[in-house]
């Protein structure tokens, strides 16, 4: 009987383990899918200092140990970061910390942070620091409202604009007329932290922020459509002109999304592709592309087996368990009568 009861719990224990293993498996945590040659993070060492540098920086911008400052709180200052490395990643998501501040009071502050994803790297220019007629992909948090017309929205506004090099940006429109979509959030002076991220993945673009200091993700911009190549660079910039604000960059961290692609996909040259969106093709046409939990992956076949697996050891696990607690039952019983 002693026997049969340290098989259960060996039995027992094994199952455990093993369904800790496979439930973690499934899990696929982004911590170790974060790209540390794409991502920038305190204390920031080596930014800029050597030619072996991930990070290269221009104009205004100042390196601390706890942030990276694009402009300070004054008038026309101009900064940018970018990564040296180009990113060949098919599909993957970049999370940006950052921290708009200033003295100035409510629409006395300007003009905002842009984060790129460009063929070009530091090119300084007039679309917050960066050049105009850009190729690749630019979200503006656009903190000062130029179009007085455009009342029908608050700022600061964050848009995503996705250029083959032959559009300008509208700075007297505030980038209306090429935008992809948007949304207002209140991204200034705020205490806590201030979070985006941007997920780039089998063509849909979705924008997320938590500025609300509820730790989530909230939906901002989501479309389909979007074609852009890989060995592109990433960076962010910023400007003040005559109205000002702190641009600062806490921390951008790119991770790498496991994606599934069909073998015509992958034997493409992607870095050929040239910076499009289809707008015929809405967002909710994309049923071919049915992405779950923003900050995990979508399921694939091998992950619905593992889940189902996992679902099935976890039935033999009650069982041992239920085996356990009747045996000890039975047993109590015993000494009972
Ligand atoms: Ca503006």
Request: proline share 4%.
């Amino acid at each position: 009987m002693g026997g049969f009861r340290a098989f259960l719990r060996a039995a027992l224990v094994f199952l455990t383990v093993e369904l800790y293993l496979v439930c973690c498996d499934i899990t696929d945590g982004n911590a170790e899918h974060l790209k540390r040659e794409h991502s920038l993070m305190k204390p920031y060492q080596g930014v800029g200092s050597s030619p072996t540098s991930q990070w290269d920086f221009w104009g205004s911008t100042l390196v601390t140990s706890s942030y990276v400052r694009l402009t300070p709180d004054e008038r026309s200052k101009q900064g940018s970061i970018w990564n040296t490395v180009p990113c060949y990643l098919k599909d993957w998501e970049m999370h940006v910390q950052f921290k708009v501040h200033g003295s100035g009071k409510k629409n006395l502050h300007g003009d905002g942070i842009a984060l790129w994803y460009t063929k070009d790297r530091l090119h300084p220019g007039p679309v917050f620091g960066n050049q105009d007629q850009f190729l690749g992909l630019a979200i503006f948090l656009d903190t000062f409202r130029n179009d007085l017309h455009g009342m029908d929205r608050s700022f600061p506004y964050i848009s995503a604009m996705v250029n083959n090099g032959s559009v300008n940006y509208d700075h007297g429109r505030d980038g209306r007329s090429s935008e992809l979509g948007g949304c207002s959030a209140e991204i200034r002076n705020r205490e806590h932290d201030t979070y985006l991220a941007i997920r780039y993945s089998k063509g849909r673009l979705t924008v997320m922020v938590d500025v609300d200091d509820k730790n989530e993700w909230k939906e901002c911009i989501d479309i389909g459509g979007v074609r852009l190549p890989t060995g592109y660079f990433f960076g962010a910039s910023a400007a003040t002109g005559d109205l000002s604000d702190n641009h600062d960059i806490i921390s951008m961290k790119l991770y790498q999304l496991m994606v599934e692609h069909t073998p015509e996909e992958e034997n493409l040259d992607w870095t050929k592709i040239e910076p499009s969106v289809s707008l015929l093709k809405s967002p909710k046409d994309n049923i071919d592309d049915p992405t779950g939990n923003f900050r995990g992956t979508p399921l694939t076949g091998w992950k619905v087996f593992l889940l189902l697996l996992c679902a099935l050891l976890g039935i033999v696990v009650c069982g041992v368990v239920g085996a356990v607690v009747f045996q000890k039952r039975q047993e109590r019983n015993k000494r009972f009568y």
